[in-house]
Nanobody
Framework: QVQLVESGGGLVQAGGSLRLSCAAS????????MDWYRQTPGKQRELVAG???????NYADSVKGRFTISRDNAKITVYLQMNSLKPEDTAVYYC?????????WGQGTQVTVSS
């Protein structure tokens, strides 16, 4: 089994910054691709940013230039640095690790941006 534990969410004013972390542990025998998703009530979960085992990144258009995804392979941890936050960034943020055909999800961390 693989466990993902997210941290770093909270309440911040518009224009502020937060850094999310997601640490993976358990039966991990290769470096997984890892992604950040977010979800608001009544909407589908959407991809925010992703990073491959080799470090290639991709971002949703809505966060390009404001968010940065990075990883520490030795710690099997992925980070999401979120700058210039907007009220529309308010959501529950989830971490996902992809190991072969299997996807593992964290429990989510709430990010609230006040205007």
């Amino acid at each position: 089994q693989v466990q993902l534990v997210e941290s770093g969410g909270g309440l911040v004013q518009a224009g502020g910054s937060l850094r999310l972390s997601c640490a993976a542990s358990g039966s991990i025998f290769s470096i997984p691709a890892m992604d950040w998703y977010r979800q608001t009530p009544g909407k589908q979960r959407e991809l925010v940013a992703g990073i491959t085992s080799g470090g290639r990144t991709n971002y949703a258009d809505s966060v390009k230039g404001r968010f940065t995804i990075s990883r520490d392979n030795a710690k099997i941890t992925v980070y999401l640095q979120m700058n210039s936050l907007k009220p529309e960034d308010t959501a529950v943020y989830y971490c996902k690790a992809q190991l072969g055909p299997y996807a593992y999800w964290g429990q989510g961390t709430q990010v609230t941006v006040s205007s």
